[in-house]
């Protein structure tokens, strides 16, 4: 779309290098434009990418500039593919590392086996990917290694965690069309652990990408692992992909009272009904509406206790109040403050949650 101002587009920022940034225009310039052709490709299908820099307004007021932004272009110089930022609109959603803006949705990639299926390495995503706020889409690849029995065995018991998981196979390219489908005009961040396909499930969506498809064990996958550089791609469909530089085992850093909440499995138990205590939290308390026989409580109680760990942690650290930013309600925030056993915790703010994602993407080493 074009601005009513002469000379201001709007566009996605889809990568930062540097002081520079790659932003994509929403549509082509008009023709009769100064300036013929240069660097880019008015027969393009897609619109005109150009290198930005920052306005020095934007500078003074701190207004930094994330891949995913919708950005207003000022004084595009078409022959010299360069433009500067002039303003950035308010985002939708914002995860801190990777550093991405506006995403709309993570893709959580999986293999049925070779990695097997790790229930609580699962859980451990699934939980960290709730943390974020932002929608999950789980994929689970290499469906050509299982039977059909096996398969309904780990759809009946994901759906009892609360998800539906979309089997694929990037190999037997089975349900891949399924994935661009729900990919299409989104912005999509890929997550999972090494080894499950992702590369390959990448390539498949976008064939002019080329990511080395790594072993399972191998070294080979590292080599592109070791730079944090985010971008996001085009689909072929519409729509942006964020890759993912490596990553580890999520580190869980929501507040012991908020952890509840992303399990989606209970969430209906907790809708419906009420803990006797207002600071429940679910292990051994009385008249507690949680506690029972649902299969991830087990993983609940040990996340619990490691989330427990970190607030204590934090309470010891000097001065925890000045970590405190802005509060907005979140999808899974409880609405109250916590008092347990006379302890204060620290609430965890909006911020520290749209983090969530962060520790799903340090580097392997
Ligand atoms: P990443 O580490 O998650 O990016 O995984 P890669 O894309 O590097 O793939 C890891 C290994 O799994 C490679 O050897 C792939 O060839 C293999 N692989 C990927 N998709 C499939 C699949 O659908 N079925 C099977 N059997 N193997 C697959
Ligand atoms: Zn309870």
Known sequence: ??????????????????????????????????????????????????????????????????????????EPDWSGGRG????????????????????????????????????????????KAESTGIDVLLCLNKSDLVSPQEKQEISDRLLNWGYKPLFISVQQEINI????????????????????????????????????VGEVSGKLARGRHTTRHVELFDLPNGGLLADTPGFNQPDLDCSPEELVHYFPEVRERLANGRCRFNDCL???????????????YEHYLEFLDEAIARQTQLNQQADPESNLRHKTKGKGQSQYEPKLESKK?????????IQGLQDLYQEED
């Open 345 to 353: 915790y620290r609430r965890t703010s909006r911020r520290t949650q």
């Open 282 to 296: 679910h292990r051994d308390e009385p008249d507690c509406v949680v506690q029972g026989n649902w299969e991830r």
């Open 84 to 127: 500067a930022i002039a303003d950035v609109l308010p985002r939708r959603t914002e995860l801190d590392r990777p550093p991405i803006a506006n995403a709309d949705q993570i893709l959580l990639v999986f293999a049925v086996a070779d990695p097997p299926l790790e229930p609580y390495q699962l859980s451990r995503f699934l939980i």
């Open 1 to 74: 779309m074009k601005l009513g101002t002469t000379g201001q587009f709007l566009g996605t920022v889809l990568a930062v290098q540097a002081n520079f940034y790659k932003v994509q225009l929403d549509e082509a310039r008009e023709q009769g434009s100064k300036g013929a052709g240069g660097q880019l490709d008015l027969d393009s299908p897609l619109p005109p990418l150009l290198l930005c820099t920052r306005r020095m307004l934007l500078k003074k007021i701190g207004q930094q500039v994330m891949v995913g932004d919708r950005v207003v272009v000022e």
């Open 177 to 212: 069309a399924e994935v661009a489908k729900y990919l299409s005009q989104k912005i999509t961040v890929v997550a999972g652990p090494s080894g499950v396909g992702k590369s390959s499930l990448i390539n498949a969506l976008i064939p002019d990408i080329n990511l080395r």
